[in-house]
């Protein structure tokens, strides 16, 4: 499974669509392991943009500090889950606290 997480420095970006890089993360979801992360500088931040291009990478669910919701019904239209509302951390450690079923979401932090 491949899960985006939005990055500013490294780190979770709180407003994905404002963000330096995607990490584009690799994951064995039964055996509970990341299998890569790479990298990706996104595509100029329009409406619908980013949606078509994380389909595009074959992304199936985006974790976010916070999205809008326009945002998100987007991306359920092309098949890919959103969990907002994460606090942060790195990429490696919030998908590891998904795969294991101890990331916690709190409130979105996109007002929009």
């Known amino acids: 499974m491949k899960i985006a997480v ?3 420095a490294g780190t979770l970006s ?3 669509g404002h963000c330096e ?4 993360v690799d994951a064995d979801v039964e055996k509970k392991e990341i299998m890569n992360t790479e990298y990706i500088e996104p595509p100029a931040h329009e409406p619908g943009a980013l949606p078509k291009w994380l389909s595009a990478q074959n992304v199936k669910i985006v974790i976010a500090g916070g999205m809008g919701s326009r945002a998100q ?3 359920s239209q092309f098949g ?3 969990l907002v509302g994460v606090p942060g951390g790195s990429p490696e450690e919030i998908v590891k606290a998904y795969l294991n079923g ?3 979401a709190g409130n979105n932090v996109c007002d929009h």
């Open 21 to 24: 890089k995607f990490a584009i």
């Open 102 to 104: 101890e990331l916690e």
């Open 6 to 8: 939005p990055t500013n």
């Open 73 to 75: 019904q987007l991306f």
């Open 14 to 16: 709180m407003h994905f």
């Open 80 to 82: 890919i889950d959103s």
